[in-house]
C-alpha cells in the first residue's frame, strides 16, 4: 500500500515552453502533497507544499508562478514549470503520506528528469 | 529551525566490511521523527526506517540497524557485511508534526561498496 506514481519519468523540452510533472496517490488519499527538487549530487529541498482544495505554499526563494501547483483532488497534484529555460533542468519528485497518518510513512514517486534545452 | 547534517560526503568500502553513516539533527521541537533514504542510481527515494523522538530504542532489520541518540543529537545508520547492492546515496531527514509535516534533508552520504 502507499503507492505514489509520478508521471512522466524523464522529459525534455525546449526553452520557453512548458511542463507538467503528474503525482498521484494510487491507494490512499492526500490532502497534502510535497514537491521537492534535487540538482545534480545535491539533496533534496522542498520546493512547495501541495494542498488539495487550497492554494499550495511555497518555501523562500521559489517562484509561484515559474512553478505552478494544483491539487485539485484527493489524489492528484501537478507541478506545472512554465516558460522553462536550462536553469529549470533539475529532478523533481513528489511525496505524500496517507491521510490521517500525518508523519507515519512519507512515500516518494520515481522522480523526473527535467532537461530544457 | 531544523538542520540535518550528513557530515561524510562519500565513503568507499570493500565488501563484507561494515559501514557506519552519520547523521546529526537539531530541532527545537520536543516532538520529531527522523528517517533514512537510500537513493541507488535510479533516483527514486527508498524507505528504510522512521523513528520518533520518544523512542530511543535501538533498531537492527537484517543487516541493517540504526542507533538514535537524543543527548547528541545522531541517528547514525550502520550497514553490517555491506554489499554491492547497497551503493547509493543515504539521505537522513528530519520532519516536526507541526510544520505540515514536510522533510529535511540532509546533503547525503554517497556510499560506494566495491566487490
Known amino acids: 500500500g502507499a503507492v505514489v506514481s509520478q508521471h512522466p519519468s524523464r522529459v525534455i523540452c525546449k526553452s520557453g515552453t512548458s511542463v507538467k510533472i503528474e503525482c498521484r496517490s494510487l491507494d490512499f488519499q492526500a490532502t497534502t502533497m510535497f514537491w521537492y527538487r534535487q540538482f545534480p549530487k545535491k539533496s533534496l529541498m522542498l520546493m512547495a507544499t501541495s494542498n488539495e482544495g487550497s492554494k499550495a505554499t511555497y518555501e523562500q526563494g521559489v517562484e509561484k508562478d515559474k512553478f505552478l501547483i494544483n491539487h485539485a483532488s484527493l489524489t492528484l497534484s501537478t507541478l506545472t514549470v512554465t516558460s522553462a529555460h536550462p536553469e529549470d533542468s533539475s529532478f523533481y519528485i513528489c511525496?505524500?503520506?496517507?491521510?490521517?497518518?500525518?508523519?507515519?510513512?512519507?512515500?516518494f514517486g520515481s522522480g523526473t528528469r527535467l532537461t530544457v534545452v | 529551525a531544523q538542520k540535518v547534517t550528513q557530515a561524510q560526503t562519500e565513503i568507499s568500502v570493500v565488501e563484507k566490511e561494515d559501514v557506519t553513516l552519520d547523521c546529526v539533527y537539531e530541532?527545537?521541537?520536543?516532538?520529531?521523527?527522523l528517517f533514512w533514504y537510500k537513493q541507488p542510481p535510479s533516483g527514486e527515494l527508498v524507505f528504510l526506517i522512521r523513528?520518533?523522538?520518544?523512542?530511543?530504542q535501538n533498531e537492527i532489520s537484517g543487516r541493517y540497524s540504526w542507533n538514535f541518540q537524543k543527548s547528541t543529537s545522531s541517528f547514525n545508520f550502520t550497514i553490517t557485511a555491506s554489499q554491492v547492492v547497497d551503493s547509493a546515496v543515504y539521505f537522513c531527514?528530519?520532519?516536526?508534526?507541526?510544520?505540515?509535516?514536510?522533510?529535511?534533508f540532509g546533503a547525503g552520504t554517497i556510499l560506494r561498496v566495491k566487490s
Open positions: 531527514a528530519l520532519s516536526e508534526a507541526e510544520y505540515g509535516n514536510k522533510l529535511v
Open positions: 523513528r520518533n523522538s520518544f523512542d530511543e
Open positions: 511525496s505524500a503520506s496517507p491521510h490521517g497518518q500525518g508523519n507515519y510513512g512519507y512515500t
Open positions: 530541532t527545537r521541537d520536543t516532538t520529531y521523527y
